[in-house]
């Protein structure tokens, strides 16, 4: 089943479980991928509903940490709760043995040598690892490599 399927359905069955907290999350992912869908005018794969997900756990990660450092516990459990509903629909996430396996392989494919191949490796990584790492520390990872 597609992922947009699989997320449609879900927020179904949150309706007919009344689970009001679960719904309003689906129904907020469901539309900013309509939302994309809209402004881009093209029906969207699982590799983009993915890198939706994706940026919304990420948005929602930034939220929790600054909701928490300023001491609002309320907005950060709110967010908190948001962030398991989505990771639900996010691949596994890499080990770390994985991930230093993935960045190898493309560094050998890509040929790369210098910082000045970056844009190639992480054209490479990224469809590999899209949400199932932090991109920032996946190009941590292949900076400290190649510097």
Same mark, same amino acid.
Do not use: W, Y
């Given at each position: 089943?597609?992922?947009?399927?699989?997320?449609?359905? +879900?927020? /179904?069955?949150?309706?007919?479980a009344k689970d009001k907290a679960r719904l309003? !999350?689906?129904r907020m992912i469901l539309a900013d991928i309509k939302r994309v869908e809209v402004d881009e005018r093209? $029906?969207?794969?699982?590799?983009?509903v993915l890198a !939706? @997900?994706? %940026?919304? #756990? /990420?948005?929602?990660?930034?939220? *929790? $940490? #600054? *909701?928490e450092a300023? &001491?609002? #516990?309320?907005?950060?459990?709110? $967010?908190?709760?948001e962030? $398991?509903?989505?990771?639900?629909f996010l691949p +596994?996430? @890499?080990s770390e043995s994985e991930l230093n396996e993935l960045i190898d392989s493309a560094l050998a494919a890509t040929g790369a040598a210098s910082m000045a191949d970056m844009g190639k490796v992480m054209g490479v @990584? %990224?469809?590999? !690892? #899209? &949400?199932?790492?932090?991109m920032g520390q996946v190009s941590q990872q292949v900076k400290a490599r190649l510097g």
């Amino acid at each position: 089943m597609a992922l947009k399927e699989q997320l449609q359905t +879900a927020m /179904k069955d949150a309706m007919r479980a009344k689970d009001k907290a679960r719904l309003g !999350v689906l129904r907020m992912i469901l539309a900013d991928i309509k939302r994309v869908e809209v402004d881009e005018r093209i $029906e969207l794969d699982d590799a983009r509903v993915l890198a !939706v @997900l994706d %940026k919304m #756990q /990420k948005q929602r990660r930034d939220s *929790f $940490e #600054q *909701f928490e450092a300023a &001491g609002r #516990q309320d907005l950060a459990d709110t $967010e908190k709760a948001e962030l $398991e509903v989505i990771a639900q629909f996010l691949p +596994a996430a @890499l080990s770390e043995s994985e991930l230093n396996e993935l960045i190898d392989s493309a560094l050998a494919a890509t040929g790369a040598a210098s910082m000045a191949d970056m844009g190639k490796v992480m054209g490479v @990584l %990224k469809p590999q !690892v #899209q &949400g199932r790492a932090d991109m920032g520390q996946v190009s941590q990872q292949v900076k400290a490599r190649l510097g």
